[in-house]
T-cell receptor
Framework: EPEVTQTPSHQVTQMGQEVILRCVPISNHLYFYWYRQILGQKVEFLVSFYNNEISEKSEIFDDQFSVERPDGSNFTLKIRSTKLEDSAMYFC??????????????FGPGTRLLVL | AQTVTQSQPEMSVQEAETVTLSCTYDTSESDYYLFWYKQPPSRQMILVIRQEAYKQQNATENRFSVNFQKAAKSFSLKISDSQLGDAAMYFCAYRNSGNTPLVFGKGTRLSVIA
């Protein structure tokens, strides 16, 4: 069964450094998302992406964040200058369409980011 | 903005017994989707079950079923014949129709006692 994959599984970085989190959505999916989950808290939406542009972003997704689909398969989240509070689990999700079963989002296994 | 409330931070159930996890939501929309996701200790988000608001019939997936009460804006998850592998964090989530993100509740941690 097709899966969303994410790399790396764990990332440790120094405050102020740039990190790039990578995702490979399910191949026939058209809508892509990034969410984050700070330890012990609920999952929060960051950004959605469709047709090579951002569809919607939350207030968390400030100028330090950017997303890109550099080729036909990868979907990346970049944090330009990491802060301690960026430490979280970052989930990529994708879905095929918007209605019926095609509207279900499938999540990757997550990247655990630790900023020191 | 839509909100999702899970009023039970923690629940426990004996193996082979049945447990119900509660979820309520707030929306002014009539067309939307509801989901339950399971998050085991690995922290992966696994879809358990989904419900389309326009469907009156409650969704069922093997041992998992929902009680969807649209007027009450309630969406509870029932797990029958609980197994040790069901122990996890369970998140209720809501999504409007169209290209919209998921809104999650704070989760319920389910323990299964052997």
């Amino acid at each position: 069964e097709p899966e969303v994959t994410q790399t790396p599984s764990h990332q440790v970085t120094q405050m102020g450094q740039e990190v790039i989190l990578r995702c490979v959505p399910i191949s026939n999916h058209l809508y892509f998302y990034w969410y984050r989950q700070i330890l012990g808290q609920k999952v929060e939406f960051l950004v959605s992406f469709y047709n090579n542009e951002i569809s919607e972003k939350s207030e968390i997704f400030d100028d330090q964040f950017s997303v890109e689909r550099p080729d036909g398969s990868n979907f990346t989240l970049k944090i330009r200058s990491t802060k301690l509070e960026d430490s979280a689990m970052y989930f990529c999700a994708s879905r095929e369409g918007t209605s019926g079963t095609r509207g279900t989002q499938y999540f990757g296994p997550g990247t655990r980011l630790l900023v020191l | 903005a839509q909100t999702v409330t899970q009023s039970q931070p923690e629940m426990s159930v004996q193996e082979a017994e049945t447990v119900t996890l509660s979820c309520t939501y707030d929306t002014s929309e009539s067309d939307y989707y509801l989901f339950w996701y399971k998050q085991p200790p690995s922290r992966q988000m696994i879809l358990v079950i989904r419900q389309e608001a326009y469907k009156q019939q409650n969704a069922t997936e093997n041992r998992f079923s929902v009680n969807f009460q649209k007027a009450a804006k309630s969406f509870s998850l029932k797990i029958s014949d609980s197994q040790l592998g069901d122990a996890a964090m369970y998140f209720c989530a809501y999504r409007n129709s169209g290209n919209t993100p998921l809104v999650f509740g704070k989760g319920t941690r389910l323990s299964v006692i052997a």
